[in-house]
């Protein structure tokens, strides 16, 4: 039976074994987040924290931090949304799906008069004050539903619902009545702000958390504008969710915790730092305050959270449920595109690699890209996806088997193939992810495309010259300057300038993160023997990526020694979470 509330969830994975309970005393300031980020590296269960320092609710971990138990908890409308997803990739098959006309009606909200949120009141400072990271400038909520409506034409159909976080603590805020609202480039509720501003009006918001566990991945659901996420939620849901009005807006009755207010035009506070998803802080910079009218709770409510930081986290399972749900629908929203892989390792948004038609001249031998370019201009146009900054495109012709969700095969044969002095196509000067600081400056960067076509050009190198660390086949690291690559021949056709050559060679998802979160493209490549022409920018020898950490980038992530201690120590024999992690 289909999920009424997140306690039904939680009873369910607990009797199927896929969830512990943590009844010792810790603290939401750093002691939780270390437990669930070593519980959700070790591939662990679900965790229940009883007993909360300084709250009385309950708080719960790593919901989605494995694929299969993300799969499992939204079993009651997962295959609703394939079918969905299919037949909007292929309407002819609709014989194949003879119950989906039944399942779409869950995406229809049931309006309600009341129902268990709006039963209790509470407050901000009463709430979990989850602090994850040792620099955060507060506390936070870090997997909210965060709903708006367009203010000019109000209602659900043109509502937005997106996950933001929201910092309840700390800076400036008022106690109790003002959260911080981190809201980034390309998301909904930007719109709805931005009309309520004309109008000279404050947005309501309503910010829910718990729930179903269908509202957490609706709202992490990256739909085309215009498509409400409240819908995706029912049909995920596997029934139509039960909503009431609450202040200014509704609410989903059947969620754990409501937080009613009102962004007011004009009113900005700093917020932040706090610890992201690309392994940095994300500084303070001013956003939007939300004015708190409101908090609702319901009688057995819980609190539930993660934790973000050097990818794989939990939201890398978000990552991989997504591109499930969605691979088969992308080719109709991007003509001559057949798959895309936003690289986790890389942090998102850094590095994303594509698999694109090459069909421009088929009568012609392929030595240059030319549809894949215009592919290219597709994917930098296409909501959440221009916000890559690295793309590498191939041409599925050149290889039929080829896998963008195989990192280092795509890599060898975009390697193979590139032809630097054509190949690279820079955009300066343009948007990039709010959390990247890579060039300075916020919101501020350039974007690389490297299309490579045809047969491969070389063989690449796989034993390192003296002064460099092998990382791939013709991919090095040094720490040398760009003159000590002057010599090297034509199978090593990348480098990777860092500060610790042996620690990005380790791993493939080392050098994946440092190289691509490291690096402006318009300021860090370089190249040998480069040279312009009608303003076109290449090289004839290897590319070189400076990934050194420079003094405008944004600290990197460390764990508290204390905290991480006292995590350590619940996994000891005897202890609650032995065996966990």
């Not at 306690?7 to 896929?18: A, F, K, M, Q």
């Not at 662990?44 to 931090?65: C, E």
Request: hydrophobic share 40%; with cysteine; aromatic share 8%.
């Amino acid at each position: 039976m289909a999920y009424h509330s997140l306690s039904d969830c939680v009873t369910d994975l607990e009797r199927s074994g896929r969830l512990r309970r943590v009844e010792v005393e810790l603290d939401p300031r750093l002691e939780i987040p270390a437990v669930q980020r070593l519980a959700c590296a070790a591939g662990g269960p679900a965790l229940l924290f009883t007993r909360v320092r300084g709250s009385r609710f309950p708080m719960l971990a790593n919901l989605f931090a494995t694929a299969e138990r993300a799969r499992y908890v939204l079993r009651h409308g997962y295959r609703a949304v394939e079918a969905t997803m299919a037949l909007k990739a292929d309407p002819r098959r609709f014989w194949r799906y003879p119950g989906l006309p039944l399942s779409l009606l869950s995406c229809l909200p049931r309006r309600v008069r009341t129902g268990p949120v709006l039963t209790g009141r509470t407050r901000l400072s009463e709430l979990p004050q989850l602090v994850c990271w040792p620099e955060d400038g507060g506390a936070f909520l870090t997997l909210p539903a965060v709903y708006s409506e367009d203010p000019a034409r109000p209602g659900w159909m043109r509502s937005n619902l997106g996950m933001y976080r929201c910092q309840i603590s700390g800076n400036d805020y008022e106690s109790d009545r003002e959260c911080g609202l981190h809201y980034q480039l390309h998301r909904g509720i930007g719109i709805h702000h931005a009309r309520a501003l004309e109008r000279g009006q404050a947005l309501p918001v309503n910010v829910f958390l718990g729930g179903p566990p269908a509202l957490t991945l609706a709202a992490v659901m990256p739909l085309p504008e215009g498509l409400p996420e409240v819908a995706l939620a029912g049909l995920l849901a596997g029934r139509p969710l039960a909503w009431a009005r609450a202040g200014a807006l509704s609410v989903p009755v059947e969620c754990d915790f409501c937080l009613v207010g009102r962004i007011q035009p004009g009113k900005l506070k700093p917020e932040g730092p706090f610890g992201d998803h690309l392994g940095y802080y994300s500084l303070r910079h001013d956003f939007p305050v939300l004015e708190v009218e409101a908090v609702y709770h319901r009688p057995d409510a819980i609190f539930p959270f993660t934790t973000v930081g050097r990818p794989p986290q939990e939201d890398s399972v978000f990552g991989q449920i997504i591109h499930e749900l969605t691979a088969p629908v992308l080719p109709t929203v991007l003509p001559g595109v057949h798959a895309v892989n936003a690289v986790d390792e890389a942090g998102v948004h850094p590095l994303l690699l594509a698999l694109a038609s090459e069909r421009y001249t088929p009568y012609q031998k392929r030595t240059r890209p030319q549809e894949l370019l215009t592919a290219a201009n597709a994917i930098l146009g296409h909501g959440q996806l221009s916000l890559a900054k690295y793309v590498l495109l191939a041409a599925r012709e050149d290889d039929p088997g080829l896998d963008v969700h195989q990192v280092e095969r795509f890599l060898a044969h975009v390697l193979e193939r590139v032809d630097w002095r054509t190949d690279l196509h820079f955009q300066t000067q343009t948007t990039v992810d709010t959390l990247d600081y890579s060039s300075g400056t916020m919101h501020l960067g350039s974007k690389l495309v490297v299309a490579a076509v045809g047969p491969p050009r070389r063989e690449l190198g796989r034993e390192a010259p003296e002064g460099f660390c092998l990382v791939l086949p013709g991919v090095l690291a040094t720490n040398r300057p760009l003159e000590a690559c002057v010599e090297l021949g034509d199978e090593w056709p990348l480098v990777v300038r860092c500060d610790d050559p042996a620690f990005l060679a380790r791993r493939l998802a080392n050098f994946l993160w440092i190289a691509f979160t490291r690096s402006d493209p318009a300021r860090d490549v370089r190249g040998v023997g480069e040279l312009t022409e009608h303003k076109h920018w290449g090289c004839t020898g290897a590319l070189v990526i400076d990934a050194r950490l420079k003094p405008h980038h944004a600290p990197a992530l460390v764990e508290d020694p204390a905290a991480l201690v006292r995590a350590q120590s619940l996994a000891a024999p005897g202890g609650p979470l032995h065996g966990v992690y």
